[in-house]
């Protein structure tokens, strides 16, 4: 625990009488990258906020919010100076370039002329937008867009980053351009914390995660280690309903397979995959599909396949 920069313990947060945090505790480690999964109304942006000092938690003697040594009721001058912060929404000047939509932060920060003029350069370059220096912030892609408000958070040279869905909307392509600075930007020291709705985006680039629903942690760890131990390595969906289903179930019982259905697909979780092709011989190429679980699967689970209230 002595590399630890983030403890969060006993948190909560009430709006009127809905609990949108609810005795959250996870603790983050220097360079690591740490995700926040979800679904809607989960309490992921939330507790983001009281981290950096948007919003208060609830008042509780027992409760412990510590970000590299300050508390950010008391200090959240002193926490913001050193981290940066990339909000869902992107909100950029658009009436400005992209240079100038930098050189407008830089003053926030107190950062010289001839300083800020390297560090927009160097952070241009990094973001792959060069080109784009003198360009409208309105005539950017949406991709392009999100680098730039990544770049901006990233011109006090933080030691915390935090990103708040980082890479919603976006191509795959951009996508893995943005993981893949992100690595770099923790190879290189900064500690990142992040939320996402993408599942893949969380398994490739986070060191650890935690799943949470309605305020709650409900598993946490690194992704690979929770999928080998939270759930069956191999996932069958089959498209049937009716007799064929019925005959899918019957097989699935009397070999002790998990399943579920959701909707008219059929889904069976086993470690033997040669239950799973035994089945399949049974059915037409094209109403199934094995493949390896991943951390869909497993979000799935834990939280369930009902859509919650809030979304």
């Not at 579920?260 to 799973?276: G, H, V």
Request: one cysteine or more; glycine letters at 6%; proline letters at 2%.
């Amino acid at each position: 625990m002595g590399d630890t920069v983030i403890a969060i313990k006993n948190l909560n947060k009430t709006f009127d009488k809905f609990k949108a945090v609810d005795n959250l505790e996870f603790h983050v480690e220097k360079t690591e990258c740490f995700g926040l999964l979800g679904p809607n109304g989960a309490g992921k942006t939330t507790t983001m906020k009281i981290i950096y000092g948007k919003s208060e938690s609830d008042v509780n003697a027992d409760t412990v919010i510590d970000i590299f040594g300050y508390h950010p009721a008391e200090d959240a001058l002193t926490i913001k100076a050193f981290s940066g912060i990339v909000p869902q929404q992107d909100n950029l000047d658009v009436e400005l370039n992209v240079t100038d939509n930098l050189v407008i932060y830089s003053k926030f920060y107190g950062i010289g002329k001839q300083e800020a003029r390297e560090r927009i350069d160097e952070l241009l370059d990094f973001m792959e937008l060069k080109e784009k220096a003198r360009a409208n912030v309105r005539d950017l892609s949406g991709g392009m867009q999100r680098r730039l408000t990544i770049a901006r958070a990233l011109l006090n040279k933080p030691r915390l980053l935090i990103l708040d869905e980082p890479t919603t909307g976006l191509d795959p392509q951009v996508r893995h351009l943005i993981w893949n600075k992100l690595r770099e930007l923790k190879s290189m020291g900064v500690t990142i914390l992040l939320t996402t709705h993408y599942m893949e985006e969380a398994f490739q680039i986070c060191d650890r995660i935690i799943i949470m629903d309605k305020g709650k942690k409900l598993v946490e760890g690194n992704p690979r280690e929770l999928l080998s131990n939270n759930i069956e390595s191999n996932v069958m969906e089959i498209y049937c309903a009716g007799k064929e289903g019925d005959s899918c179930v019957d097989y699935l019982i009397k070999n002790r397979i998990r399943y579920e259905f959701f909707k008219d697909t059929l889904f069976a979780y086993s470690n033997d995959s040669e239950k799973l092709f035994k089945l399949g011989e049974t059915l037409r190429e094209g109403d199934y599909y094995i493949r390896h679980s991943n951390l869909e699967d497993l979000f799935l689970k834990v939280t369930g396949r009902s859509l919650n209230e809030l979304q």
